[in-house]
């Protein structure tokens, strides 16, 4: 009987260990050292010490589960709790996003920060409820330059008719045509791509042209810094708002200092970027004629883009904080 009591005991404390403990399925779409993946690594570093074991998170990565539009779709049915997304590909669940993706938006990543971490970050991040997305926080892909295989590129009329991969974005789209290029989207990863010439060019932070080797493939790039790209540390609603509270704030918290340290990391090694690319052999113009790229798509605010008024409103906010 005695006997029987301890067993049911030991049982039963195994049974409520294993029902508080808690599998975290976090998808990106990069591979390992890219910047969602560090952010993805770091959280999970975080969140399994501080739970002290009971929070394990699972990293699926380089598109194990999709691209970055089949994450979401997951993510908002619930079969993946988490990811770390691009901005970009959110544009077709949310147009909110294309405010934070608006060009030539902020002048430096102290200002993205200050914004982002702001109460106009929250406002966006809290607005990504309506698509039953919970969203955590800002990390970053940095700020986004224009690489081809064709020629040197210094002004928007060096680019027309240049074939360029673009995000699944109409806002990324948009910036493209008006700029002259002949936009193409496509999921990422792009090397084969590139490599057959199926597109001439594409851009990203410098980061990508490291760690996906474009230096092979691309021998000019502008730094055009055209887009101050983020990626947005996403959960689920329904599971989020099914957590404790206590689950919430330690996940809260590590996403948080995750994304603050990759920011960070990302930023440090961008000088280390330019000379290595420079070293492969890229031809890299550093002083494009940035006015003119300006002006050119100086009216997409009044454009179809942003005529959602919850869309509008935010980017007249944004335009004037960030003046
Ligand atoms: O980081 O699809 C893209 O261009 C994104 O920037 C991608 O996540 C690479």
Request: positive net charge; glycine residues 6%; charged residues 25%.
């Amino acid at each position: 009987m005695k006997k029987t009591l301890v067993f049911l005991l030991i049982v039963l404390f195994f049974a409520t260990t294993a029902s508080a403990s808690m599998k975290i399925k976090l998808a990106v779409v990069t591979k390992p050292g890219s910047a969602q993946n560090i952010v993805a690594d770091k959280f999970k570093e975080l969140i399994e010490a501080r739970s002290q074991g009971e929070i394990t998170v699972k990293v699926f990565h380089s598109a194990s589960l999709g691209n970055e539009t089949e994450i979401l779709q997951q993510i908002q049915m619930g079969t993946v709790e988490m990811g770390i997304i691009t901005a970009g590909p959110f544009d077709t669940f949310d147009p909110i996003v294309r405010v934070v993706n608006y060009p030539f938006l902020f002048k430096d990543n102290d200002q993205a920060d200050l914004i982002l971490d702001g109460p106009l970050g929250q406002e966006i991040l809290k607005s990504l409820e309506t698509s039953g997305f919970k969203g955590l926080h800002f990390s970053e892909n940095g700020f986004r330059n224009l690489t081809n295989s064709k020629k040197a590129v210094k002004t928007p009329d060096d680019i027309k008719g240049l074939k360029i991969r673009v995000m699944a974005s109409a806002l990324h789209k948009t910036i493209w045509q008006t700029l002259g290029a002949n936009p193409t989207p496509m999921p990422w990863p792009i090397y084969t791509e590139l490599e057959q010439s199926v597109i001439d060019g594409q851009e990203n932070p410098l980061w990508v042209m490291e760690v996906y080797k474009f230096y092979e493939i691309q021998k000019y790039m502008t730094m055009t810094r055209h887009v101050y790209s983020s990626h947005i540390d996403v959960a689920g609603l329904k599971w989020w708002n099914a957590l404790s509270d206590d689950n919430r704030a330690l996940i809260a918290g590590a996403i948080k200092d995750a994304a603050i340290f990759q920011r960070t990391d990302n930023r440090a090694k961008n000088a280390g970027r330019m000379a290595l690319l420079g070293k492969k052999g890229m031809i890299i113009e550093q002083h494009p004629d940035v006015t003119a790229f300006r002006a050119r798509v100086a009216d997409l605010k009044n454009m179809d883009l942003y005529s959602d008024p919850r869309v509008n409103a935010l980017l007249i906010k944004m335009i004037e904080a960030t003046r």
